[in-house]
């Protein structure tokens, strides 16, 4: 079984600042893509940023310049800077990752964590 545990996540005031962390653990030979997603209150949920094993990384226009996505693969730990946080990035937070496991390859979610921008 392979779990995905968040942390990080809180109440912060619009221009500040939040990192998240998320940690792979189980049986894992190794992880390709780690992501973090965004799901904000009646919207549907939507990638963030995205990074390869190999360090390649992706995100959404809304986001870039503001959030840096960065991993640990000798801690299979994905992390997230969001910096000028806006009340528009108010939302529950999930990590994603694609697992190659005794079982097969699997896409694991975590179970979200809660990021509030609000003065």
Do not use: H
């Not at 693969?73 to 697992?99: G, I």
């Amino acid at each position: 079984q392979v779990q995905l545990v968040e942390s990080g996540g809180g109440l912060v005031q619009p221009g500040g600042s939040l990192r998240l962390s998320c940690a792979a653990s189980g049986s894992i030979f190794s992880i390709n893509a780690m992501g973090w997603y965004r799901q904000a209150p009646g919207k549907q949920r939507e990638l963030v940023a995205a990074i390869t094993s190999g360090g390649s990384t992706n995100y959404a226009d809304s986001v870039k310049g503001r959030f840096t996505i960065s991993r640990d693969n000798a801690k299979n730990t994905v992390y997230l800077q969001m910096n000028s946080l806006k009340p528009e990035d108010t939302a529950v937070y999930y990590c994603n990752a694609d697992v190659f496991s005794p079982l097969g390859y699997l896409e694991v979610w975590g179970q979200g964590t809660l990021v509030t921008v609000s003065s």
